[in-house]
Nanobody, 116 residues
Framework: QLQLVESGGGLVQPGGSLRVSCAAS????????MGWYRQAPGKQRELVAA???????NYIDSVKGRFTISRDNAKNTVYLQMNSLKPEDTAVYYC??????????WGQGTQVTVSS
């Protein structure tokens, strides 16, 4: 069963950058589409960026041009590089398959806080 562990969050000033990582267990990682999701206080979790097994990517409009999703199949890891961060990007960031699979549990997530 696929297990996911997110890391790399933190506190950053507006305009700053962070890279969050998601380490996945399981050899099936390389054939799965993956996504980064986020949940801000009082809001529903939303998909931020997705990457197919072949490397095609998609982003929500609010992060286009600022965020980049990538994956390293040799390391079973998916990344989200976040540049020009804004206070509205503050959230807990999670990775999961895209679309989410019922037998893949959500991890703890990693907190990203954008504040001066």
């Amino acid at each position: 069963q696929l297990q996911l562990v997110e890391s790399g969050g933190g506190l950053v000033q507006p305009g700053g950058s962070l890279r969050v990582s998601c380490a996945a267990s399981g050899s099936i990682f390389r054939i799965l589409g993956m996504g980064w999701y986020r949940q801000a206080p009082g809001k529903q979790r939303e998909l931020v960026a997705a990457i197919t097994s072949g490397g095609s990517t998609n982003y929500i409009d609010s992060v286009k041009g600022r965020f980049t999703i990538s994956r390293d199949n040799a390391k079973n890891t998916v990344y989200l590089q976040m540049n020009s961060l804004k206070p509205e990007d503050t959230a807990v960031y999670y990775c999961n398959t895209h679309p989410p699979l019922v037998n893949v549990a959500w991890g703890q997530g990693t907190q990203v806080t954008v504040s001066s």
